[in-house]
């Protein structure tokens, strides 16, 4: 016995949120890209990747939770005083709807990072007030990679309930929280038949092996011989599920009343710039080889899981052809060990 | 007496030290009366006044600006208010096109002399903004008014390898191997290579995914660190090489440059693509004839038929995707400097966040700086990540260029540059 909901329930179900006044996001086409956004309406929404269009959205997630701007506080100055201001900020229930397995995945890796030393409450909050519904991919090309981290295309990790697909616009639904169960109460029927996901990508490197030749390769021809064509842009991180570096800064009028946090990466030249003048990363390379390090060697120290969920982004994104899998590949392949 | 209920516009003025500053007080101490709706910010010459200002002063509130200083031929600096008088004539047609109000920016030129000017020019200003009354259309992005612009359909995108591949496999074979140069920066299968030996030449590429300006690379430290390069160029990369040289980015004689004779690529820029084989290219391969295309309206015609409300609902729609990766800047062969001034935070000034205002204030630095030294290659629009139609910002620009100079970027390599130039037959009907 499964259960089962049709397209057009599904898309009933999203307006009924939207009408509700709650945030339902989803991918949208938006010119020649597909998107995560925010829907008016439950008409644009792509469930599943069109054969021949994108595999998955551009971005990721990640900012429903961790948004690329976020208001920490605000204040004013008067005279000698300083009057600190708490945001009025809500937190209010949000849906993500057709969301892929491989954006979902990042999310529990992320609650380790940001309930570390911190709890991180804006993050916790929107975490708490969101739920997640996954659909498993039905395509995958040749930048998807998440068997080689342990996913696949349907995994349900990180979703409150998960789709898989039946053919004709009927999806088999398969809840896996009291939220996704909530979510979907009285909206299925039940049936007898199950929904299947696309062949999972061949598996294209192992990650112990990565780990094993960063930690021993702080210096190796490689990392040049990559990051050299990498242009300091972050396109990857930004587009990235799990990247979450952040920056403070004040913004605001002139006077300045906010501080704000923003998203900000390894890649960027000033990221690691000192105040003296000396970067102890000076060249792309090593900027390059700080993602893989962080990704395949210090989160997995730090809190036990790889900080990449194979979903592609930085190597369909980048504008100049990386990504980490090219590097991650050559690692597996060369005659590196 | 006024009501209480009238509106008080607030005007900022940005003036120079040594005419209207000076003609400003002379209103004063003549004891001419003008309204006080005006507060005066005073800098050395018109020429230093940054673009940026004239927007932050709406940011912070102000209803209109009035900038003014001395007088053509005046200048305590010689050329300052000619510079000044040039840069405007670009950055109005840009403000035009994101959707600010010109009718709330003034420019005049009021000597030390011109008191009685000075009281006029205050006062006739303060009227017509309170005419206009308060500036509430700025960022304001009306759901409403937020129309979209028409997408061309695009193909199902198929593989060709061009025929001069080989050719230009045995030509930087041949450089490298002579030691002409250190490194090839050319195309590779999945994006640009650096290939620095002989043994590597096939690596490179010739085929219809060799859309990027690979004159970025000039400006990477990582490359410069290999030696002498020569770098793959197509007819329009050609064109930065040349703007980049005239700015003395590099010399001449340290770049070898191997020019691909093309014939269009899909690109939207290709349909308008006159030349076809680089034209100063140390080695050319292949060989296209010119054409003449005909030009045909495009997105930025579409936008500008738009009212000036739908146009800044438009783009506020558009920077609200931004997430500041900076990949624009990072693949613009054009965006070279060692620091870029959003990078700078000791005072920041580009709000770093990317927020309405910390997007436009970016993005109108972004274009600003590209005024008159943008060649179209497209590449900023090609890298964003969330699909910002960035290009149309800069095509303003080279459109405003050619109207009111007759100038194109990185085509006459005699021709001087046009920003940091200025002619005093510069037009001026919009000052005062």
């Known amino acids: 016995m499964s259960e089962l909901i049709t397209e057009t329930k599904l898309r009933q179900l999203a307006g009924e949120w939207i009408s509700g006044g709650r945030r339902v996001v989803g991918p949208v086409r938006i010119k020649d890209r597909v998107l995560y956004r925010p829907l008016q309406s439950p008409e644009p929404l792509l469930i599943e990747s069109t054969p021949g269009g994108s595999v998955r959205p551009a971005n990721s997630i990640k900012e429903f939770f961790f948004p690329k701007l976020e208001t920490l506080y605000q204040y004013r100055t ?142 190796d021809a490689l990392w040049a011989e990559h990051g050299r064509t990498c242009m300091a ?46 970067n102890p990363r000076a060249l792309q390379p090593a900027r390059q080889r700080q993602r893989i390090l962080h990704k395949f060697s210090i989160y997995p120290e730090k809190f036990g899981e790889i900080l990449c969920t194979g979903c592609g982004n930085c190597v369909r994104n980048c504008p100049v052809g990386l990504g980490v899998l090219n590097m991650l590949t050559e690692i597996q392949h060369g005659q590196h060990l | 007496m006024n009501d209480a209920t009238q509106f008080e516009p607030k005007i900022l003025a940005y003036v120079c030290n040594w005419c209207t500053y000076l003609g400003a007080d002379l209103a004063g101490t003549t004891r001419l009366e003008y309204p006080p709706n005006i507060r005066i910010v005073r800098l050395p010459c018109t020429g230093r006044i940054d673009f940026n200002l004239l927007v932050k002063a709406f940011e912070v509130g102000a209803d209109a600006v009035l900038v003014s200083g001395c007088h053509p031929g005046d200048c305590h600096y010689t050329s300052g208010n000619y510079h000044a008088r040039r840069r405007w004539i670009l950055f109005r047609e840009l403000l035009d096109l994101l959707g600010f109000d010109l009718e709330r920016i003034h420019f005049t030129w009021i000597s030390a002399a011109e008191g009685k000017k000075f009281q006029q020019v205050v006062t006739d200003i303060t009227e017509k903004t309170r005419k206009l009354g308060p500036y509430t259309e700025l960022y304001a992005a009306a759901p409403a008014l937020a129309k979209d612009l028409p997408q061309p359909q695009s193909k199902p995108f198929q593989l060709q390898t061009f025929a001069t591949e080989n050719e230009l496999r045995a030509e930087a074979r041949k450089l490298l191997a002579e030691g002409t140069v250190k490194v090839v920066i050319g195309y590779g299968e999945r994006g640009p290579v650096l290939v620095t030996r002989p043994e590597d030449a096939d690596r490179l590429v010739w085929n219809n995914r060799s859309t990027a300006n690979l004159a970025m690379y000039l400006k990477r430290k990582e490359v410069k660190a290999l030696g002498r390069a020569a770098v793959v160029v197509k007819a329009c990369d050609e064109r930065s090489l040349m703007v980049l040289e005239k700015e003395s980015q590099f010399e001449r004689k340290d770049l070898h440059v191997i020019g691909m004779a093309c014939d269009g690529m899909e690109q939207p820029r290709c349909a308008n693509c006159a030349v076809r084989t680089p034209r100063f290219a140390d080695t050319t391969v292949g060989q296209v004839p010119d054409q003449t295309p005909t030009p045909r309206p495009g997105k930025l015609d579409s936008l500008m038929e738009m009212s000036r409300g739908e146009r800044m609902a438009f783009w506020v729609q558009e920077f609200d995707r931004c ?73 303003q620009l080279a459109r405003a260029a050619k109207k009111h100079f007759g100038y194109q970027a990185g085509v006459d390599p005699s021709a001087e540059l046009l920003v940091g130039a200025f002619s005093q037959q510069d037009k001026e009907e919009f000052i005062g």
């Open chain 1, 78 to 219: 008067r005279g000698r005083n300083i009057e600190l201001i708490e945001p009025a900020q809500e937190f209010a229930e949000q849906l993500i709807i057709a969301a892929r397995p491989c954006d979902a995945a990042a999310l529990p890796i992320l609650d380790h990072v940001f309930n570390w030393d911190f709890a991180d409450d804006f993050y916790n909050r929107r975490r708490a007030a969101t739920t997640i519904v996954t659909v498993a991919c039905s395509v995958a090309d040749e930048s998807c990679f998440c068997t080689s981290v342990g996913l696949a295309p349907d995994d349900a990790r990180g979703s409150d309930a998960i789709l898989l697909t039946l053919g004709s616009g009927r999806y088999e639904v398969q809840c896996i929280t009291a939220k996704g169960r909530a979510l979907f109460s009285g909206k299925t029927e039940t049936s007898e038949e199950s929904g299947k996901a696309a062949p999972a990508p061949e598996r294209k490197f192992d990650p112990s092996r990565i780990r094993a030749f960063v930690d021993g390769h702080f210096e």
């Open chain 1, 233 to 278: 842009c972050g396109v990857c991180a930004f587009s990235c599920p799990t990247c979450h570096c952040f920056d403070i800064v004040d913004a605001g009028a002139v006077a300045g009343n906010a501080r704000v946090r923003t998203w900000d990466t390894c890649q960027f030249p000033i990221f690691t710039l000192h105040a003296s003048g000396h």
């Open chain 2, 323 to 395: 997430v500041k990766c900076y990949a624009c800047r990072q693949v613009c062969s054009m965006c070279y400097c060692e620091r870029c001034i959003v990078d700078k935070n000791q005072p920041i000034s580009i709000d770093p966040a990317p927020g309405t205002k910390g997007n436009f204030a970016w993005h109108i630095a972004r274009a600003f700086h590209l005024a008159g030294r943008c060649i179209g290659c497209g590449a900023c629009a090609q890298a964003c990540p969330v699909g910002i139609d960035l290009g149309l910002l800069n095509m």
